[in-house]
């Protein structure tokens, strides 16, 4: 197979012989936290899905689903896992909602889909990671009068701080992304904080804040206006000692642009959290 | 022999007295002596008549002394030989006979963002240039209008005219039209109107063709864009403009994002390029945009179009998850109408909607989407090795009454599944002319 054959591949083939070469030279799919990343195509679990989406009949469909369902039983986390890859490169609306009709036939619940897709939201894929977001929706349960349900991740994330490591700073990151002011509550309680005042500070600013995004939602203020007491709390929050705190400001600047500031967005640029840098830099 | 006739008969007249402000009162091009717009019997008949008539005492002839020699005489008779059935860009007294230059203007529809996609560069055919409501449709710009991919409000319009380097000028019938050079209103780059008309447009001596931009600033109507020469009012070709009033969002369903050219497999941008094509301000989008929330890309354009450029009309359909997010979008805007403005949702369809909870949401949308005035469905029901189970459902208040249309019930769709549902002529028939009737542009 030469170089140009190799760019021809479409990106599931490249990802099976990448997988294949693994194999062969011994190297583990899954060792370490730093390699959480890459989780690898199961080369047969690929196969089986594609030729599930593409078959041209029910009777041909049962049969391979009957073989899906083998390898749930043998290793639900992998399915999962394996399913989100596959649908992250579906080039069909019928292999997209695969993934679909695999959780909720295996009847998968989102402790289990969390699980599994957390040690995924590191890799270096945005495919990958739109699938993964898009997967976790579902068990966010957020609607237009209803805010994301964030406790599965407080679970988790309150799990790795009594253990003594760091959250999870993708699955952080994106619960930021999600909804800011859910987020930084589920970070303040997961976090353990147990100080009343610093809870209160922390509750203050995330009131004010969204005090002033309904005001001028709901056109209390003018739809671009930000109230003095938003942008105190902003700059109190922007230096609070957390960097999950921090990491609010550039967050919910992004949701709404009416609140940016640009000093102290160049503040946090050089914060010494890369999560907070990274989103501070991205908005500017 | 008819003008031979004249000939003779203008040798008799030929003593008559110059007069030095000879056909100066006359506004019609040079020969269109009855002011009709063309040069024909009519104008001849009129011509005859004022042969050897002194203008000045019979101001009826005025525009027969074409050289405004005070004269109507053979040197007129031979100018209007020369311009019988033709067009001429001048007008009395400076006629020379030289034949008017012809132009043809073609309006295209809306731009998004900074080109056209996911919409083909599409010209307003040209027998639908002047229909009040097929013609080319423009969006109101105003300031503070969110515009962040570069202006798109702005209508192209390319001028092309023959002989290359015409004089020519444009004429508008409102003063809601401004009309450009540079695509993003570039200082220096508009055109300007004195009253209603310009003054000769900047066409180089070598060019036959000449791209515009036109604008339109506030108040909804209609208002025509004319080409004509700069010192008479002789139409060339004429294009009618409507303000829009309402938005147009289609939303496609999971893996089906927007392209061009369009997927034929992709029913609801089918339906989308129909209705663009047809004069509405379409919007098309991978429902990917809209958030379980409602929130996103797509919520802040129809935002953006209600509260900047005074749109009040609103109207949304997807099919698959794309139905999901419908209802989703709809529910927003209605959450938040306070800090919007007036608006109404016009119209909403389903075709074999699911919920769009997240990617991997595969229920039934069964909700009627809030506050919609009128709202079309189409569904169908697989089994799961059919179609994964993914399948729309009856929706209370629907359209065909009382709860939508089971296409299995009918002959042409009775063994559909979710993925082909979209794609029926039938459905897109539907959706398309009750758009038509239930969405002003």
């Known amino acids: ?284 | 022999m008819r003008y031979l006739c004249i000939t003779m008969m203008l040798i008799g007249f030929s003593a008559l007295s110059p007069r030095a402000d000879g056909g100066a009162g006359c506004p019609f091009q040079c020969a269109d002596v009855d002011g009709d717009g063309s040069i024909n019997d009519a104008d001849f008949a009129l011509f005859a008549s004022c042969l050897g008539e002194d203008p000045q005492s019979a101001p009826q002839c005025d525009c027969s002394d074409m050289d405004g020699n005070g004269q109507i005489d053979l040197a007129d008779f031979a100018l209007f030989t020369l311009l019988f059935q033709n067009v001429s860009d001048e007008s009395p007294p400076g006629c020379t006979g030289a034949l008017g230059s012809t132009a043809n203007l073609t309006a295209y529809r809306p731009q998004h963002g900074n080109g056209y996609a996911p919409f083909p560069r599409t010209p307003v055919p040209d027998n639908l240039e002047t229909d009040p409501w097929l013609g080319p449709g423009i969006r109101i710009n105003q300031p503070g209008d969110d515009d962040p991919q570069g202006e798109d409000d702005l209508i192209e319009l390319v001028l092309d005219v023959s002989p290359p380097g015409a004089a020519l000028a444009l004429h508008r019938s409102s003063n809601a039209l401004r009309v450009w050079t540079s695509r993003t209103k570039t200082p220096g780059s508009e055109i300007a109107f004195t009253g209603d008309k310009t003054s000769t447009l900047p066409i180089g001596p070598g060019d036959s063709s000449l791209t515009l931009w036109v604008e339109w600033t506030t108040g909804f109507g209609t208002a025509a864009l004319t080409v004509e020469p700069p010192t008479t009012s002789v139409v060339k070709d004429e294009i009618l403009f409507h303000a829009f009033e309402s938005i147009v969002v289609a939303l496609g369903g999971e893996n089906q994002p927007t392209s061009v050219p369009v997927d034929p497999n992709h029913g609801t941008f089918l339906v989308g390029i129909a209705m663009y094509n047809v004069g509405f301000d379409v919007h098309m989008f991978d429902e990917d945009v809209v958030g379980s929330d409602g929130s996103g890309e797509a919520y802040n354009t129809v935002v953006d179009a209600i509260a900047n450029r005074q749109v009040d009309k609103v109207a949304i359909f997807g099919y698959s998850h794309g139905g999901g997010s419908t209802y989703d979008m709809a529910d927003r805007l209605d959450i938040n109408r306070a800090g919007i403005g007036v608006f109404s949702i016009l119209y909403t369809s389903y075709v074999d909607a699911v919920g769009n909870n997240s990617d991997v949401d595969t229920s039934m949308e069964l909700r009627r989407p809030p506050s919609t005035g009128y709202h079309l469905n189409h569904y169908q029901h697989g089994s799961f090795f059919e179609d994964l189970s993914l399948d729309g459902g009856p929706v209370p208040n629907s359209n065909p009454p009382p709860t939508g249309l089971d296409i299995e019930t009918t002959p042409w769709g009775a063994t559909s599944t979710h993925f082909e549902v979209d794609d029926f002529i039938e459905v897109r028939s539907l959706m398309e002319s009750t758009i038509e009737s239930n969405v002003t542009r």
Not at chain 1, 170 to 199: G, W
Not at chain 1, 226 to 231: E, K, L, P, R, Y
Not at chain 1, 236 to 260: C, I, T
């Open chain 1, 1 to 284: 197979m030469t170089i140009t054959n190799i760019y021809r591949m479409t990106r599931r083939h490249r990802l099976l012989l990448v997988a294949m070469c693994a194999c062969i030279a011994s190297i583990p799919a899954i060792a370490s936290d730093a390699d959480k990343a890459s989780v690898t195509t199961n080369p047969e679990t690929q196969a089986l899905l594609d030729e599930f989406a593409n078959a041209n009949d029910a009777s041909a469909r049962e049969s391979l689903w009957e073989q899906l369902r083998q390898s749930d039983r043998a290793d639900r986390v992998s399915l999962i896992q394996q399913v989100t890859l596959f649908a992250s490169d579906a080039k069909s609306t019928r292999a997209a909602m695969v993934a679909g009709a695999v959780i909720k036939e295996f009847d998968m619940t989102g402790e289990e889909v969390v699980a599994a897709l957390v040690p995924m939201m590191t890799a270096d894929d945005s495919a990958l990671q739109k699938q993964i977001k898009g997967t976790l929706a579902e068990f966010e349960d957020q609607s237009a009068s209803r805010p994301p349900d964030f406790s599965m991740y407080r679970a988790i994330i309150a799990n790795e701080l009594r253990e003594g490591r760091d959250a999870p700073a993708a699955l952080v990151e994106h619960m930021y992304d999600v909804d800011p002011s859910t987020a930084l509550l589920t970070m303040m309680r997961a976090s353990q904080m147990r100080e009343p005042t610093k809870l209160r500070e922390i509750l203050w600013a995330e009131h004010v804040v969204s005090d002033s995004i309904w005001k001028s939602t709901h056109g209390f203020i003018e739809r671009n206006a930000v109230t003095s007491q938003a942008t105190e709390q902003l700059d109190q929050l922007a230096h609070h000692p957390s960097w999950w705190a921090r990491l609010y400001v550039p967050a919910v600047m992004k949701r709404y642009p009416a609140l940016k500031s640009a000093t102290l967005l160049e503040d946090l640029q050089s914060d010494q959290n890369e999560s907070v840098a990274a989103a501070a830099r991205k908005l500017r």
